[in-house]
DNA sequence: TACAACGATGATAGCGCTATCATGGTAGCG
DNA sequence: CGCTACCATGATAGCGCTATCATCGTTGTA
């Protein structure tokens, strides 16, 4: 009874069609049939389409993982980010899919929570996909991350900021672009300036544009002062933000804001609370978000070409892929000054 | 000559230490190091910690498309949206990712750009790489794709909006809190009420939100009115639409927006050019984005549950995968109305 | 003490595809 | 007309892993 299947070995795992009867149906061999489908150009225009019918006809969805393990690359792109909850990241993530995907590559997305340990994690995983590349924010990782990347012989990009990278590097300044900020500020005519994050240990891009900061107010001879919040940044935390700086610096001038979210936030706390912007107080962020151009006054910011951060990226990563020599490993994409009514 | 190289045939995709290797230096046949790292209480401990010194010891990296390939049944989620611009499936999808994740899985994300066409190239690639689960925004697909969701063999979750459903369904009724609203608006004492909606023919939960409001607004014996700009949701959008209503229809008492975004848009216009909400014109909106949240007044909206629809989207599919038979195929998380003072 | 039941491990055979080499046919060339 | 060059196609052999069945002790129970 149990030996009346002869094929009991038989495990297909689906009931899917697979290449073989595509070929078979098309009378020509599976190789063919894959031709027909990788370079479609070394087959007979005749024959790619009899093997075309046929999967067509039966409704053949290749088998992508078989695909991989075979050839032992897939078109993967590992895109590892720190949150989703950053618009930030969001528009990254959009210039990085719009350029890979149409050049036929899938993003696989990984989020650390800012975690450097979830991040090793993630890419080993990725890794143990046959990721064809790997696209990381940030240049902090572990050591064993960092070893991990740089010995995996596929193109690794590091976006956001720029520093000694891995391999491959698309981002801008920060330092460069918290001193500008904290220029503009002074060029402004005040004094009192401070700055506020939020949860700066994890955001070091952040704290990074504090430290810009500080040496631009240092060597203007001014003590700067910092004031740190807990949650991540939030309209919520900016209108949190402003009341702890009334509070314990009362004779600020102007707030320079880690990022957009966090000004907005202060600046509509601000108009219920009936302050003057910048009368009583100037406000400022960084990155350029559309909100912030929308509110009365409009937030004087400093705007960050985040898609175009991805979109280049992507772009590196393709030529690189395609074998052409990459000859920039760096790409600076600047920033500049937007420079609203709130300063 | 060519010969010598007497395997001329060997082609490792890469030289990562395989879980042969790894069974050799452990001492062990590779199902056992396969069992070590897959079902580790099938183990003896003592083999198993062999096993795995032997693999940190290599630093080997589980090849997961070879796994997959042999299992027949990868770790991945597919998840496909249409847009990544709008910050309501950008919630959408981190509700997934968190629950999926910390179940083990790895969510493939896909963006449609509200093509159906597009949405139907996805599910193929999807299954192609043998996908546990598929999760997709929304009830409408091409035939062909409807057909390739039913046929595939493992849980399809479709999300947002309630309806019939190819398989799983969590959302909420986009028909009655378009209704929801418009009744908010009459209550209110607004007669002349026109509703705008951005790229309708798209955005059709949009549509349908709005037809729940013709529906009210009929009811009642008042004649709806609608907007449609070309552009999707933006602040800038809703700012364009404001004008559009007050020279189209300049008796207008109240405005439904189509979601929160243009709603935002249009008040912090209104404030530009110094029209009181409600008192020259009310403003409603939909999602409950915190934006609308923080500024004065605030928007009165229809709060919806993103991250919540995303884990528990997310709950009953891994219920599924873990082969617990769902009860509940269908699941309405509902909604409410937020009154803000902007109506 | 015999035998079923179970726990730990191994041998074998693919999963569905593609890299590699091989083959037969046709065109180009002196 | 013989030769190389190239094009279209096929045969073979894996890619690295796991499903399946088999084996061999070790226990528990009658």
Not at 152 to 181: F, K, T
Request: glycine content about 10%.
């Amino acid at each position: 009874m149990s030996k009346s299947n002869g094929r009991a070995r038989q495990r297909r795992g689906s009931d899917q069609p697979t290449l073989a009867e595509v070929a078979e149906l098309a009378g020509v061999s599976p190789i063919t049939a894959s031709r027909a489908l990788n370079t479609p150009e070394r087959v007979n225009d005749a024959t790619r389409q009899r093997v075309l019918d046929a999967m067509d006809h039966l409704g053949y969805v290749p088998n992508l993982v078989a695909g991989s393990l075979a050839s032992a690359r897939s078109k993967f792109i590992a895109v590892i980010v720190p949150s989703l909850a950053n618009a930030v990241f969001i528009e990254v993530i959009k210039g990085l899919q719009s350029t890979f995907e149409s050049a036929g590559y899938q993003i696989l997305l990984g989020n650390t929570d800012y975690d450097v340990e979830r991040e090793h994690q993630l890419v080993r995983t990725f890794l143990g996909w046959s990721c064809s590349a790997l696209v990381t924010a940030g240049l902090r990782h572990t050591p064993a991350c960092r070893e991990l990347l740089a010995g995996c012989d596929r193109p690794v990009m590091e976006v956001m900021e720029l520093g000694e990278a891995v391999d491959l590097n698309v981002g801008l300044d920060h330092h460069a672009a918290g001193g500008r900020m904290a220029s503009h500020l002074l060029e402004r005519g005040y004094r009192h300036v401070v700055y506020v994050g939020a949860r700066m240990a994890d955001d070091y891009r952040a704290r990074m544009r504090y430290e810009g900061h500080c040496k631009v107010l240092e060597t203007a001879g001014l003590e700067p002062s910092l004031i740190e919040l807990e949650r991540l940044g939030s309209l919520e935390a900016g209108a949190q933000g402003l009341d702890q700086v009334r509070n314990d610096h009362p004779d600020t001038e102007a707030i320079h804001f880690a990022n957009d979210d966090l000004a907005t936030g202060a600046l509509l706390h601000a108009q219920r609370l009936g302050l003057r912007v910048p009368g009583d107080i100037a406000i400022a962020g960084f990155n350029g978000l559309s909100l912030g151009q929308h509110v009365t006054p409009r937030l004087t910011t400093i705007q960050s070409p985040r898609e175009t951060i991805g979109r280049i990226a992507a772009g590196e990563v393709i030529k690189r892929l395609a074998g052409s020599r990459v000859n920039r490993r760096r790409h600076d994409v600047g920033f500049h000054l937007l420079e609203g009514e709130s300063t």
